[in-house]
């Protein structure tokens, strides 16, 4: 795992709050494809200030490929499924599968303001907290029937009996839920899925157990979602939590997987 990662629960409802630091180039340089780690859908939106810009992560649908410039920083809040399109005022939709520029998304001079600000102070992480508190405040919260949706398919309910508690129709659930989390709810039920799998997987557990447990049919339809949401086989990414185990007991704690982590 490049550098070191940590992370806190924000004081803005469901946020998380993180850091991460990239280990600086070794005199003799990188190895080849030694910075580059897959990114792993979650069903989250991030907010990350990379060299002094604030970029907006959208949700994912598939593992992204993603490099550190060696020393980098990376402050960032990290949305719960549901959260994110409230705070940045946008269908989470339009954001799918995107790393854009804030400025893309917000007035240009506000981005760029919100960006300098938190650049320049003492406590960037901090600063970014506060800034999330203030405009979460003024653009209110999120939509209730679709975090009560999140949690449901988070704990393992199918996406029928999300729909009946929350008293809504497929129609309008999927559409509700474009807005809010990207995708639609059997989509954002599979992330969350391959998510609880692969956490079983990386304690060890067993493919066949771990498959059973999150919720798959059996061990062949979990490697089969391994291979289609995190692009590379179930061996192979035990193979590679194995190794981040191994680097992280040298270091401090290990990234998770998610939309501005490793996997």
């Known amino acids: 795992m490049p550098g070191t990662y940590r992370e806190r629960p924000s004081r803005l409802d469901g946020a998380v709050l993180w850091r991460r630091e990239a280990d600086p180039a070794p005199a003799s340089g990188p190895a080849p494809g030694a910075a580059a780690y897959p990114v792993l859908p979650d069903g989250c939106m991030d907010l990350i200030l990379i060299d002094g810009r604030l970029i907006v992560a959208g949700p994912d649908t ?11 920083r990376y402050t960032g809040i990290r949305f719960a499924p549901g959260t994110g399109a409230a705070f940045l005022g946008v269908p989470a939709h339009t954001l799918r599968d995107r790393r854009v520029p804030l400025d893309a998304v917000w007035a240009r001079g506000d981005a760029r303001q919100a960006g300098d600000r938190i650049a320049g102070a003492a406590d960037p992480a901090g600063a970014l907290e506060e800034f999330a508190l203030r405009r979460a405040a003024g653009a209110g919260p999120p939509d209730p029937v679709m975090r009560a949706v999140a949690a449901a398919l988070e704990a393992g309910a199918t996406v029928g009996a999300a729909a009946e508690a929350v008293g809504l129709g497929t129609r309008q659930l999927h559409r509700r839920s474009l807005d809010a989390f990207g995708y639609g709810p ?19 557990t067993p493919f066949a157990e771990a498959a059973h447990r999150s919720g798959c049919a059996d061990q062949a339809h979990l490697a089969r979602e391994t291979r289609e949401l995190a692009g590379m086989t179930l061996r192979a990414y035990a193979a590679l939590a194995a190794r981040q185990a191994r680097s992280s007991a040298k270091s401090e704690t290990p990234s998770p997987s998610g939309s501005s982590t490793t996997a």
């Open 62 to 72: 598939r593992a992204h490929a993603a490099s550190d410039s060696p020393g980098g």
């Open 186 to 204: 059997k989509t954002l039920a599979r992330v969350l899925r391959l998510r609880r799998a692969l956490g079983l997987v990386r304690e060890g």
